[in-house]
C-alpha cells in the first residue's frame, strides 16, 4: 500500500507556469513507476506524463508535449509535475498514481492514486 499526496493547485493566469508535487508514503517509493493524471469537467480521466522507476525515462501525452515535465526524487519520495505555457483547456483536476508493474506508459497499469488537486487556469 501506498499513500500519495498533491500539492495545492489554484488559480492560475493563461501563460503562466505550474509545478505540482507528489508526496508518497508506505512502500517503497522507487519501486513504482509514476504517473500523473487529470480529469476536466465532463471528460475521461487521461494520463499525461509518466516516469519510470529511477527517472530515467518519461513519457507525455501528445495534447500536452513540449508543456509538460515530469521528475521524481526517490529520496524525497516525490514525484513532480511542471506545466509551461498553461491555457485554459489545462483547467482539471490532477492526480498523480503509482504503478507497481507493467507498461508505466498505459493509464491502467496505475494501483494507487492520490486525492486529486483542482487546477484552475484563467484566459
Known amino acids: 500500500q501506498v499513500q500519495l499526496v498533491e500539492s495545492e493547485g489554484g488559480l492560475v493566469q493563461a501563460g503562466d507556469s505550474l509545478k505540482l508535487s507528489c508526496a508518497a508514503s508506505?512502500?517503497?517509493?522507487?519501486?513504482?513507476?509514476m504517473g500523473w493524471f487529470r480529469q476536466a469537467p465532463g471528460k475521461e480521466r487521461e494520463l499525461v506524463a509518466a516516469?519510470?522507476?529511477?527517472?530515467?525515462?518519461?513519457w507525455s501525452a501528445d495534447s500536452v508535449k513540449g508543456r509538460i515535465t515530469i521528475a521524481r526524487d526517490n529520496a524525497k519520495n516525490t514525484v513532480y509535475l511542471q506545466i509551461d505555457s498553461l491555457k485554459p483547456e489545462d483547467t482539471a483536476v490532477y492526480y498523480c498514481?503509482?504503478?507497481?508493474?507493467?507498461?508505466?506508459?498505459?493509464?491502467?497499469?496505475?494501483?494507487?492514486w492520490g486525492q486529486g488537486t483542482q487546477v484552475t487556469v484563467s484566459s
Open positions: 498514481a503509482a504503478s507497481v508493474g507493467g507498461d508505466y506508459r498505459l493509464a491502467h497499469e496505475y494501483d494507487y
Open positions: 508506505g512502500r517503497t517509493f522507487s519501486s513504482y513507476a
Open positions: 516516469i519510470n522507476w529511477s527517472g530515467s525515462n518519461t
